[in-house]
């Protein structure tokens, strides 16, 4: 079975603090993103990855940062965490290449910002 | 601008019932849609899929129906079963390296 592995399922921080989410996938995926989910904005794209040390914004990439440092390990951070951050964030991977496969994903981490 | 929109946030249907939940897309280049299913506190979990050379995709009680010239996507769960509450997420991709998703639509199955 494939499995993306979040390393939070909830977090607190606060206000200014720099936060990182770590997400890791064990079936060697070229393709990692990292989603927000917010009620009636469904699944919105931060940023994702093709490639180890290789980054693409997404929808929404205003206060975020990435790394992949390595294929199976795919970081968030937020630098300066704000209230507006608070969110279920979702990390997904896919085998990348020809359309004809999905994204697997992580079970969330609810992020609270007080 | 949203590329793939889900226009009822939610839909209840009786248990045994059929339950459609609908998907408009608008980037005629998207040739693969997939469909999740997404329970509280949990990731989403990969439920179905059509290519767009295809016009239909079952899977037991799951079917996807594909109008490319409408650009519309349905999925139709028959029987619906209390199981299947949750919110379902509607997606398409063009290349296999980026995932656009819509909104959700919440099911909810009444016993």
């Known amino acids: 079975d494939v499995k993306v592995t979040q390393s939070s399922r909830y977090l607190v921080k606060r206000t200014g603090e720099k936060v990182f989410l770590e997400c890791v996938q064990d079936m060697d995926h070229e393709n990692m993103f990292w989603y927000r989910q917010d009620p009636g904005l469904g699944l919105r794209l931060i940023y994702f990855s093709y490639d180890v040390k290789m980054k693409e914004k997404g929808d929404i990439p205003e206060g975020y940062s990435v790394s992949r440092e390595k294929k199976e390990r795919f970081s968030l951070i937020l630098e300066s965490a704000s209230t507006n951050q608070t969110s279920m964030y979702l990390c997904?991977?896919?085998?990348?290449?020809?359309?004809?496969?999905?994204?697997?994903f992580g079970q969330g981490t609810r992020l609270t910002v007080v | 601008d949203q590329q793939v929109k889900q226009n009822s946030p939610s839909l209840s249907v009786q248990e045994g019932r059929i339950s459609i939940l609908n998907c408009d897309y608008t980037?005629?280049?998207?040739?693969?849609f997939l469909w999740y299913k997404k329970y509280p506190a949990e990731g989403p979990t990969f439920l179905i899929s059509i290519s767009s050379i295809k016009d239909k995709n079952e899977d037991g009680r799951f079917t996807v129906f594909l109008n490319k010239s409408a650009k519309h996507l349905s999925l139709h769960i028959v029987p619906s079963q209390p199981g299947d509450s949750a919110v379902y997420f509607c997606a398409a991709s063009n290349t296999g390296n980026q995932f656009y998703f819509g909104t959700g639509t919440s099911l909810t199955v009444i016993p």
């Open positions: 980037n005629s280049m998207f040739d693969y």
């Open positions: 997904a991977s896919s085998p990348g290449g020809p359309p004809g496969a999905e994204a697997f």
